[in-house]
T-cell receptor
Framework: RKEVEQDPGPFNVPEGATVAFNCTYS??????FFWYRQDCRKEPKLLMS???SGNEDGRFTAQLNRASQYISLLIRDSKLSDSATYLC?????????FGAGTRLTVKP | EAGVAQSPRYKIIEKRQSVAFWCNPI?????LYWYQQILGQGPKLLIQ????????DSQLPKDRFSAERLKGVDSTLKIQPAKLEDSAVYLC??????????????FGPGTRLTVL
């Protein structure tokens, strides 16, 4: 089993749609969680951290379920500019593990 | 504020040759990471430095890969000899400090390596 697994995608959605990505992790001792965004042929950039109580940043909502070892990212009102690969990242102390990413394409 | 700098941006070599990549982290960042990202996969951590000490190199193929950060600032990653499967983007990242709490990593643009 991979340490961090994501929906394989790709997700192709129309502008304005709501889309959700899921991620599961295997290390129950994991302590912090993030979503990074990676545009084609660019470096990853932090989108948002994921807190135990869930958190929202504009159109983006992240949720964490420690019991099920699961995190999610919800994007509302998708924009063309949201097209990218979304990487789930799990930190266990000094050990950062990235998922393979889920590719999103938002179409007009 | 200047970001993480990497060079070269692109490198093409033949198998069994050697190659070196350079990284200059954001000023004041104590922690530096090297990742390997193969096409279609997420970044894989190769090595993490805290200042000039190695924190984690468990996924570094030590028979051919080496890295150093002599003065706790710049770092180099070397592959000797390269194999076809080393073709990937090598990303350098830095953060203020390592540890278990929130700790944003800032990535450089990467070096795209092609081994023929």
């Amino acid at each position: 089993r991979k340490e961090v697994e994501q929906d394989p995608g790709p997700f192709n959605v129309p502008e304005g749609a709501t889309v959700a990505f899921n991620c599961t992790y295997s290390n129950s001792a994991s302590q912090s969680f993030f979503w990074y965004r990676q545009d084609c042929r660019k470096e990853p950039k932090l989108l948002m951290s994921v807190y135990s109580s869930g958190n929202e940043d504009g159109r983006f909502t992240a949720q964490l379920n420690r019991a099920s070892q699961y995190i999610s990212l919800l994007i509302r009102d998708s924009k063309l500019s949201d097209s990218a690969t979304y990487l789930c990242v799990v930190n266990s102390g000094n050990d950062m593990r990235f998922g393979a990413g889920t590719r999103l394409t938002v179409k007009p | 504020e200047a970001g993480v700098a990497q060079s070269p941006r692109y490198k093409i070599i033949e198998k069994r040759q050697s190659v070196a990549f350079w990284c200059n982290p954001i000023s004041g960042h104590a922690t530096l990471y090297w990742y390997q990202q193969i096409l279609g996969q997420g970044p894989k951590l190769l090595i993490q430095f805290q200042n000039n000490g190695v924190v984690d190199d468990s996924q570094l193929p030590k028979d051919r890969f080496s890295a150093e950060r002599l003065k706790g600032v710049d770092s180099t990653l070397k592959i000797q000899p390269a194999k076809l499967e080393d073709s990937a983007v090598y990303l350098c990242a830095s953060s203020l400090w390592g540890g278990s709490s929130y700790n944003e990593q800032f990535f450089g643009p990467g070096t795209r390596l092609t081994v023929l």
